[in-house]
């Protein structure tokens, strides 16, 4: 596993972004995360230079633009933020973090059978 980028809510948005359409672009990036968040361009130029110095993504001078790229593996990162969660706030208890967020949330009728399947001895792969 990766080691953990602190990444803010805002960068986490931004690296779905980059993540759905592989290395983009400032005018892509911003025509997607623009009418969703309402963030002005200067916003994600900010945010994308924060996420640069933190290693998070890096940037090609391709003229006629710049293009953002991951260096993140998605994955990887999803689960290190995930410990990182559950350690900080659930005292590394995974009952306790699973019961929260279907409280919070609910789960569907397909989320409850594959949660089912996941925790049968022949879908739990720690077992």
Known sequence: MQERVALSGAEWRLMQI???TGPCTLRHICSVAGPVYGW???AVISFLKRMEKK???RVEESPPARRYHALLNREEAIEAETEDVLERVYNGNVLL???SAARARGLSKEELSLL???LSPEGNNNA
């Open 40 to 42: 002005t361009k200067h």
């Open 18 to 20: 980059i993540w759905e």
């Open 97 to 99: 973090m699973v019961q």
């Open 55 to 57: 290693g998070a993504i």
């Open 116 to 118: 089912a399947t996941l």
